[in-house]
């Protein structure tokens, strides 16, 4: 039995659910977007207005076959991420260090100017926001897989070194510097 499969979501105020049974498709929509999330076959979702809860279930006789326990949890937690997001949203911070180095946004491109001969341009992906603040990049949106993605992607453009600390990293993130070589004696 997955424990967290279990489970029930509780639905706070503000959030329509939509549970179609028959496409295995639940819709979410709330305050910061909507989000649409087609499920596995062997989990059933199901939504209780009287409760206002999301409830995971599958048959007993599946639990024990193949990775079916992994998808039962693994659907509940999704669905448990989409209420949080299409409640609150989710946000990812970046900071970029160097002299000389920043981002604009352009129209619908986020434009990196990172050291390199040419500027680095990224299409932000539909339903992901971006704030240029300073040096700080916010991504965030509805889609905790899509803020998460494309912070990730601006993140691998340049990379947090270790001798100077240069590069693009997460503003909570700790790059572990090295000493560089010793000169003389």
């Known amino acids: 039995m997955s424990r967290i ?41 199901s939504y209780s207005d009287a409760d206002k809860a999301i409830t995971c279930d599958m048959d007993p006789a599946l639990v024990e076959v193949g990775n079916n326990n992994a998808y039962w949890g693994t659907t509940r937690s999704v669905i448990n991420g989409m209420v949080e997001g299409v409640l609150k949203g989710y946000e990812k911070k970046l900071e970029i260090v160097g002299v000389g180095w920043g981002a604009r946004l352009q129209g619908k491109k986020l434009v990196l100017a990172l050291g390199f001969a040419n500027p680095i341009e990224l299409n932000v992906p539909a339903g992901v926001n971006v704030n240029i603040n300073g040096t700080i990049v916010e991504v965030s949106g509805p889609d905790k897989q899509s803020v998460g993605a494309f912070a990730s992607q601006v993140r691998s453009q340049r990379k947090p070194e270790p001798y100077n600390g240069k590069g693009v990293k997460y503003v909570d993130e700790v790059v572990q510097r090295k000493q560089g070589k010793a000169f003389g004696s």
């Open 5 to 45: 499969g279990r489970k029930s979501i509780a639905v706070p105020a503000g959030v329509k659910v939509q549970v179609n049974a028959s496409t295995r498709v639940v819709d979410l929509q709330g305050p910061k977007g909507k989000l649409a999330f087609t499920h596995r076959p062997e989990v059933k979702v």
